[in-house]
């Protein structure tokens, strides 16, 4: 195993020691990205005014998409535009926007101390969007992973069968091989008698 697999590293930003960090699959790719570069990456799939994750994408009367991105709000979410056509999720409309602070872990002179990294409510948000983004993520990858392994074991079974079959046809090949050698040749057949 690479060690570097191992380092709790945000591949997007690169934090070495991000506060939370999650695993995603992006194209059979497992990632590891921090709350806010996956919220930044995963747009599509929660408010980001409201940071709540959708298990359902709203109907079309219910949402706004920003212009410059794929990022769906909730139309009660987004402030209202001087026209519908006109709106610019907040990561888009502010380039140092940050759906959750880089904060990190106590550092090695720290542990045992009393340090927190204290979660306001929209942080405490995030994380928990980002999490139920990672959940569905590493959930489809489990079942596109175990269909793979289904149809592997299902080739695997076929193959076999054909193997089977081929070494049934080449001992009937033998057989018939030997017995038309005999045929062909009986003073083989009388010397092999003695």
Same mark, same amino acid.
């Given at each position: 195993?690479?060690?570097?697999?191992?380092? !709790?590293?945000?591949?997007?930003c690169?934090?070495?020691?991000?506060?939370? *960090?999650?695993? +995603?699959?992006?194209?059979?790719?497992?990632?590891?990205? &921090?709350? @806010? %570069?996956? =919220?930044?990456?995963?747009?599509?799939?929660?408010?980001?005014? &409201?940071?709540?994750?959708?298990?359902?994408?709203?109907?079309?009367?219910? !949402?706004? *998409?920003?212009?410059?991105?794929?990022? #769906?709000?909730?139309?009660? &979410?987004?402030?209202?535009?001087?026209?519908?056509?006109?709106?610019?999720?907040?990561? %888009?409309?502010?380039?140092?926007?940050?759906?959750?602070? /880089?904060?990190?872990?106590?550092s090695?002179?720290? *542990?045992?101390?009393? +340090?927190?990294?204290?979660?306001?409510?929209?942080?405490?948000?995030?994380?928990?969007? $980002? $999490?139920? #983004?990672?959940?569905?993520?590493?959930?489809?990858?489990? $079942?596109? =992973?175990?269909?793979?392994? +289904? /149809?592997k #074991?299902?080739?695997? /079974?076929?193959?076999?069968?054909?193997?089977?079959?081929?070494?049934?046809?080449?001992? @009937?090949?033998? +057989?018939?091989? /030997? $017995?038309?050698?005999?045929?062909?040749?009986?003073?083989?057949?009388?010397?092999?008698?003695?």
């Amino acid at each position: 195993m690479n060690p570097d697999q191992n380092r !709790r590293q945000c591949i997007a930003c690169g934090e070495s020691e991000p506060s939370f *960090i999650h695993t +995603v699959s992006k194209n059979g790719v497992f990632r590891r990205l &921090c709350t @806010d %570069c996956l =919220l930044k990456e995963h747009r599509e799939l929660f408010c980001p005014v &409201c940071l709540v994750a959708f298990v359902d994408v709203p109907p079309p009367n219910a !949402r706004i *998409i920003c212009l410059d991105c794929s990022s #769906i709000t909730h139309l009660a &979410c987004s402030p209202p535009p001087s026209s519908s056509s006109s709106f610019t999720c907040p990561p %888009c409309s502010d380039p140092n926007f940050s759906f959750f602070p /880089k904060s990190h872990l106590p550092s090695s002179d720290q *542990i045992g101390e009393n +340090v927190e990294t204290p979660l306001d409510t929209e942080s405490g948000k995030a994380l928990l969007a $980002a $999490a139920e #983004i990672a959940v569905v993520s590493m959930n489809n990858a489990v $079942a596109q =992973l175990k269909n793979e392994a +289904v /149809k592997k #074991i299902l080739d695997a /079974k076929m193959a076999k069968m054909r193997a089977k079959e081929a070494l049934a046809n080449l001992q @009937d090949l033998v +057989v018939r091989q /030997k $017995a038309s050698e005999n045929n062909d040749n009986p003073s083989k057949r009388k010397n092999s008698d003695r």
